[in-house]
C-alpha cells in the first residue's frame, strides 16, 4: 500500500516526538508499505515566527510572510529525514517545490492549482520514503507560497489525492474525531467513522481537528482518511 501520513505540530513538537514519528513511520515501512510524510512545524513554531515579524512590523508583505513562515515544515522535515536516514532508511526530503504542488498567487491563503508527482513517484520508486514540508507550494509567479493556518493537512489530502495513495492518515494529539472537542468537553464520544459530509460541517463550526479546506478536498478526490494519535499509534482512529 501507498501512505500518505500527516504529522501534526504536537506530534513533532520537540526531539523526542519526531523521533517518536520516525518509529512510527518504520513501523509501517517494515510491514512493506510505501510512505509519503507530511509534516507541520513543531508545535508554536508557526506563531513565534508571526510574533518576530511583528516586532518589525505590521505591514509585512504576504511573501515576505510566506518565506518567514514556511521555514517552520522545512525544519521538521529535514530532522525527520536525517532521524529516519540514520536508522537505515532511505528518506528524502522535499519543500512543498520539490513535491511539486503548485499554487495560485493568493499568498498566505494560497489555493493548490496542481500537483506534479513526477518526483514523488520517481523517489517512491527507488524505494525512498518522502518526507514533505506541509503547509506550501511554489505560487503560479515562481515563489514560496502558504496554504493558510492549519494548511498541512491539506498538503496531505492533496498529495493522497493526486498520487492515488490507498490511505491518508493523519497522526494528531487526540485519538480520532469526537462528537465535540474532546479536550473541553469531557463528555464527547469518540466516532468509529464518519462521513465527509458530517465533517465538513464539524470543521466548519471549528473543530480544528481537520483543515475545513482539507475536509472538502478529500470529499472532492475521494480520499481515505484516517484520523490517529501519535501519541497511542495503537488505537485505531476515526474513518
Ligand atoms: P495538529 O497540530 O495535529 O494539526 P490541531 O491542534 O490542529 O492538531 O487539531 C487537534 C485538536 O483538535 C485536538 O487537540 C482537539 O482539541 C481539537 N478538536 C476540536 N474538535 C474536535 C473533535 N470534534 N474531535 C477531535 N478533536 C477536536
Ligand atoms: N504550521 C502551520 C500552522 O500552524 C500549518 C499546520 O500546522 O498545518 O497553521
Ligand atoms: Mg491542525
Do not use: W
Request: glycine share 8%; hydrophobic share 40%; charged share 25%.
Amino acid at each position: 500500500m501507498l501512505k500518505v501520513l500527516k504529522f501534526g505540530g504536537t506530534s513533532v513538537g520537540n526531539l523526542d516526538r519526531i523521533q517518536n514519528v520516525a518509529n512510527i513511520i518504520k513501523n509501517i515501512k517494515d510491514d512493506g508499505h510505501d510512505v509519503i510524510a507530511v509534516v507541520s512545524a513543531m508545535s508554536g513554531e508557526t506563531n513565534k515566527l508571526v510574533e518576530y515579524a511583528k516586532h518589525f512590523s505590521n505591514n509585512a508583505t504576504a511573501h515576505e510572510m510566506d518565506m518567514l513562515l514556511s521555514s517552520g515544515e522545512r525544519v521538521t522535515s529535514a530532522l525527520l529525514s536525517i532521524a529516519l536516514n540514520e536508522q537505515g532508511y532511505e528518506t528524502t526530503s522535499m519543500s512543498g517545490r520539490e513535491a511539486g504542488i503548485v499554487t495560485d498567487n493568493a499568498h498566505t491563503k494560497a489555493r493548490i492549482e496542481s500537483i506534479d508527482t513526477t518526483n514523488m513517484k520517481n523517489t517512491i520508486n527507488d524505494g525512498k520514503t518522502i518526507i514533505v514540508a506541509g503547509f506550501q507550494g511554489v505560487s503560479l509567479n515562481g515563489r514560496v507560497s502558504t496554504l493558510g493556518r492549519g494548511g498541512s493537512d491539506l498538503t496531505a489530502v492533496a498529495i493522497a489525492g493526486a498520487i492515488s495513495a490507498d490511505l491518508c492518515e493523519i497522526y494528531t494529539d487526540v485519538d480520532g474525531i469526537y462528537t465535540t472537542d474532546p479536550r473541553i468537553e469531557p463528555k464527547a464520544r469518540k466516532l468509529k467513522e464518519i462521513s465527509y459530509d458530517e465533517m465538513l460541517e464539524l470543521s466548519s463550526l471549528g473543530a480544528k481537528v481537520l483543515q475545513t479546506r482539507s475536509v472538502e478536498m478529500a470529499k472532492k478526490l475521494n480520499v481515505n482518511l484516517v484520523s490517529r494519535s501519535s501519541f497511542e499509534p495503537h488505537i485505531p482512529g476515526t474513518l
